[in-house]
């Protein structure tokens, strides 16, 4: 397994901090280098430019989402639709321990889509990514029973991806978790029946 080298480890851990805080456009490199105590020149040895430094922020962001979707996941000792909801249960405290300040690819993809090819594909691959895993154990659900023998485990991924990240906007705007809460009860309640 590579490391990633301390001071770019340091850029990308303060840089995901600052994004979810202030976007992309109103992140400033030096606003960074002097919050990471960099210079200039150790931001331009590990990244191209604002542009490629973010991108590989949502690149550090996804491997923290895969480590999540992996303990979750693989969790044996529960039944499908619980290790679902077990993941967005985690990835909400995540998100209070950050005051709320939602999901990163959800707040540059609401920023950057609209202005920026780059970012609107690297975005949609990611949630994509993320259905796809989600939609591995909802399939697991229908073949156990847990929903039925009709549903569309893809579909029903795709959808919960989809109101999650409304509901981590909404969670944004009130500062705390009702939305995020609201909305697995009724999505495991109504659309899942679990």
């Known amino acids: 397994m590579q490391t990633t ?4 480890q340091r850029l990308l851990e303060t840089g995901l901090g600052m994004l ?44 923290q989402v895969h480590a999540g979707l992996d ?45 920026s090819a780059v970012f609107r594909r690297k975005i949609s691959d990611c949630f994509g990514v993320i259905a796809e895993r989600l939609a591995v154990c909802l399939e697991e659900a229908r073949e156990k029973g847990d929903l039925p023998s009709t549903a569309n485990p893809q579909h029903l991924a795709g959808l919960l991806v989809d109101c999650w990240e409304g509901a981590a906007l909404r969670s944004r705007l009130q ?18 029946g679990g």
């Open 5 to 8: 080298h301390p001071t770019k």
């Open 20 to 63: 979810l805080a202030h976007g992309y456009n109103d992140l400033g490199i030096q606003a960074l280098l002097t919050a990471t105590q960099t210079p200039k020149g150790s931001f331009y040895h590990h990244f191209k430019d604002k542009e490629d430094f973010a991108l590989q922020v949502v690149d550090a962001y996804m491997v």
């Open 71 to 115: 303990a979750c996941l693989t969790d044996e000792g529960r039944p499908p639709l619980q290790r679902v909801r077990r993941f967005f249960e985690m990835t909400q405290e995540s998100y209070r321990q950050q005051g709320y300040m939602g999901c990163l690819l959800g707040g540059l993809g609401q920023e950057l889509s609209g202005i």
């Open 175 to 192: 500062g705390n978790a009702a939305p995020l809460t609201a909305m697995l009860d009724f999505y495991f309640q109504s659309a899942v």
